[in-house]
């Protein structure tokens, strides 16, 4: 659906299981969700969809890791 990542459910998940390795799965929509993801240190996600209809570029997520 692309609305955004669930960063609450992760919060919540990290919390609870705090020896999980996580990947994000669904919702991710900009380099803005990636930056939220990050900042509760999940470290992978998908974007294969935000990728497919032109949401999010390579080169923005490229860019992005060199930053990060």
């Known amino acids: 659906m692309q609305k955004s990542t669930n960063v609450d459910l992760y919060i919540k998940l990290i919390d609870n299981f705090p020896e999980l390795d996580i990947t994000a799965s669904g919702g991710v929509s900009s380099i ?5 993801l990050s900042k509760i240190e999940i470290r ?10 032109g949401h999010i570029t390579e080169k923005e997520i490229r ?4 930053n990060e």
């Open 32 to 36: 803005k969700d990636l930056e939220l």
């Open 44 to 53: 992978r996600a998908i974007v294969g969809k935000a990728l497919y209809e």
């Open 63 to 66: 860019r992005w890791l060199q």
